[in-house]
């Protein structure tokens, strides 16, 4: 079992519209949480961290909930820009900076 | 500024043949990560260096791969001998491991193809 579960999706979701993406963990000593993007046939680039408290950039907001070892990124009015595959992210403090990464969920924003 | 040097950016080659993958980091950075990447299994962690010395190689999946960075601007990715299961991307990435923000800067990825 991977140590970080996506649904690999594909999501279609029309412009404007709001989006979520689930991510599950394994391990409780995970450390420090991630969303990287992938556009097709591009490298990873991070998106934001995850902090406990939760957290907000712009029309992204991410959310973490340790207890249930579950990360979420929501994506308010998307834009056709939006369309990419997102990638869940975690580091365990034992790893070092070393950082596991989920398969990824596709997302395509539609006209 | 430069970002992360892969070489070369595609590469076919037969089964039994030798493959060597380049990477260049970020100046500066002192982490280097290479990880595999295929539609079935997702980015794979291979191994990686901090100040030029491999700390974790369990990913690695065989003998058959090896990895060496004799200096902080190079690392090499070696397959030998390659098998057509080899074939993925291979990214190389780079941090500085003083500030874990978690920010790896990926190099833009070596596509192998192994007939």
Known sequence: RKEVEQ???PFNVPEGATVAFNCTYSNSASQSFFWYRQDCRKEP???????SSGNEDGRFTAQLNRASQYISLLIRDSKLSDSATYLCVVNMRNSGYALNFGKGTSLLVTP | DAGVIQSPR???TEMGQEV??????????????????TMMRGLELLIYFNNNVPIDDSGMPEDRFSAKM?????????IQPSEPRDSAV??????????????????EGSRLTVL
């Open chain 2, 10 to 12: 595609h590469e076919v």
């Open chain 1, 7 to 9: 649904d690999p999706g």
């Open chain 2, 90 to 107: 291979y990214f190389c990435a780079s941090s500085t491991a003083r500030r874990n923000t978690g920010e790896l800067f990926f190099g």
């Open chain 2, 70 to 78: 004799p200096n902080a601007s190079f690392s090499t990715l070696k």
């Open chain 2, 20 to 37: 060597t993958l380049r990477c260049k980091p970020i100046s500066g950075h002192n982490s280097l990560f290479w990880y595999r990447q």
């Open chain 1, 45 to 51: 680039k991070l998106l934001m961290s995850v902090y």
